[in-house]
Every structure is written in C-alpha cells, then in structure tokens.
C-alpha cells in the first residue's frame, strides 16, 4: 500500500515541476552605458544609441546589447522632467553564462531629462521575441524602469531593473 503511495507523490513532484518549468519570472538589476551611433531608423534627424549592460537576477547572469531610438526631446513641464522624448525603436539581446539568448522588443516608453539635476529616468514596456539555447520559442512581457546621467562626452551610463515574465515551450 505504500509503494503505490510513494509512486503517486513523486508523480505529482514531477508533473508539478514541469507545469513551472514553462514560466520564468524576470526580476533583474542592470548597470551599464550607452554611446551614440550614425543609425537614424525613421529619418528624423536624431540617430539611435547602443548599449552595453551587465544584468544580475532571474532567470541569471546576463550581458545585454541594446539598440534603441528615442525622439527629440520636447518641453514636457512635470515635476522632475522638464524635457521627453518619446520611444521610436529599442531591442535588447541578453546573452546568458550558458550562452542562451533572450530577445527583447520595445513596445512603447519614454525618457525625461531633468534640467535642474541632469538625470535621466525612463520606462519602457516590450515584448519577449523569442531567444536560442533554453529559451527557444520564448514568449513573453517586460517593464523596465531606468536613470542615468551623462559620463562625459558621448556617453551616458545607466542603471535600473527589468521585470516580466517570460514563457517557454
């Protein structure tokens, strides 16, 4: 009578393990730069940036490329952002210690530049394309809140958090 007991929880171990195999839950910190490059995505005049970033957290350790574009900045007159601009494109590939790839999409965001403090703070919200290695198929929703400031000429340096979830098949 217990063999048939034993067998049926570790069944239910296993199966339940399997069912949270499937969502992963993001809950990561970065810390990284962004320069400038001669790319224009929609012929505006205002070219895009690349970045480089080291990410701690859930589901690991990760090094982030990021390609994104923001409008101009226009008067925005609210309490710690005095010029925003609007997201045009942003894509991030999070390259993992075990050399999986996870592909992130920007869906909309914006940056404010404070006048008075010359930090910048931003929100961008996206979508997880796809990805290799254990996330292949990923699907999935990010959020991701960021500051910085400028560290000299051409290059600004952020910090900020990533949270979502990210679905595997």
């Not at 920007?106 to 930090?119: I, P, Q």
């Amino acid at each position: 009578m217990k063999l048939p007991l034993f067998a049926v929880v570790c069944a239910s171990l296993i199966l339940s393990a399997a069912a949270q195999a499937g969502e992963i839950r993001l809950n990561q910190r970065f810390s990284g730069n962004g320069l400038p490059t001669m790319v224009d995505t929609n012929g505006d005049g205002i070219t895009a940036a690349h970045g480089n970033f080291y990410v701690r957290g859930t589901p690991g350790r990760a090094t982030v490329d990021s390609f994104n574009e923001f409008t101009d900045f226009m008067p925005y007159f609210a309490e710690g952002c005095d010029l925003r601009a609007g997201l045009v494109a942003q894509t991030y590939v999070a390259t993992f210690d075990d050399l999986s790839m996870l592909f992130y999409q920007a869906t909309d965001g914006f940056l404010c530049f404070s006048l008075s403090t010359f930090l910048i703070e931003g929100e961008i919200t996206g979508i997880i394309s796809g990805g290799t290695g254990r996330f292949t198929g990923a699907t999935g929703t990010w959020l991701n809140n960021f500051e910085g400031f400028s560290a000299g000429v051409g290059m600004n340096v952020f910090q900020g958090t990533i949270t979502g979830k990210v679905e595997v098949p």
